[in-house]
């Protein structure tokens, strides 16, 4: 079994900033890829930030120059560090993880999600 636990949301005001911690935890093999997504109410589920097994990162428009995707591979652990933020980054930040459990086996693994709340 593997978990996925993120941390770190809350409420900031506008231009303030914020960490977001991911852990994942459990019979892990091996991490291809750690991504952020993002829901706001009433909308669609988009990606914020992904980080693969090599360190390429990539980021959505809305957010690059503000946020920071990085990785602590011996904590099975990702960053989402955001600075400026804006009321429209206002969402639920979910953490997916793809992780392979055997060799051959890769299965994403989704947290619980974290409330990011940006005041104006």
């Known amino acids: 079994q ?22 994942a935890s459990g019979s892990i093999f091996r991490i291809d890829a750690m991504n952020w997504y993002r829901q706001a109410p009433g909308k669609q589920r988009e ?3 992904g980080i693969t097994s090599g360190g390429a990162t990539n980021y959505a428009d ?3 120059g ?7 591979n011996a904590k099975n652990t990702v960053y989402l560090q955001m600075n400026s933020l804006k009321p429209e ?4 930040y979910y953490c997916d993880a793809a992780i392979y459990s055997n ?3 890769m ?3 989704w947290g619980q999600g974290t409330q990011v709340t940006v005041s104006s």
């Open 89 to 92: 980054d206002t969402a639920v």
């Open 107 to 109: 299965s994403h693994y």
């Open 66 to 72: 503000r946020f920071t995707i990085s990785k602590d």
């Open 103 to 105: 060799v051959l086996r």
């Open 47 to 49: 990606l914020v930030a």
């Open 2 to 23: 593997v978990q996925v636990v993120e941390s770190g949301g809350g409420l900031v005001q506008a231009g303030g900033s914020l960490r977001l911690s991911c852990a």
């Open 62 to 64: 809305s957010v690059k």
